[in-house]
Nanobody
């Protein structure tokens, strides 16, 4: 069983920055990432990274967000810069093991002046 602990959400003004963190317990995790869901919209991929360092970003965040991972700590980070109001959403961490995917409880990110 894998458990995820997320932190780092909050309220920030447009153009500001936030960093999200997610630590996973358990083993056999080969990929971790962040998804988000805005009100009335489907959950979408933001960024994900494999153990080997392969990274995918949503087009909407390329050049503004950076995902990184500390494999030894089973922790993934999402550095979010130049935040926009449209980045407002609940951000969910996901860890993929060889058996299934696991979701965190979500952390709210609100970008507003």
């Amino acid at each position: 069983q894998v458990q995820l602990v997320e932190s780092g959400g909050g309220l920030v003004q447009p153009g500001g920055s936030l960093r999200l963190s997610c630590t996973a317990s358990g083993s056999s995790i080969y990929r971790m990432g962040w998804y988000r869901q805005a009100p009335g919209k489907q959950r979408e991929l933001v960024a994900r990274i494999t153990n080997g360092g392969s990274i995918n970003y949503a087009d909407s965040v390329k050049g503004r967000f950076t995902i990184s991972r500390d494999n030894a700590k089973n922790t993934v980070y999402l550095q979010m810069n130049s935040l926009k109001p449209e980045d407002t959403a609940v951000y969910y961490c996901k860890a993929d093991s060889t058996i299934r995917g696991y979701w965190g409880q979500g952390t709210q990110v609100t970008v507003s002046s």
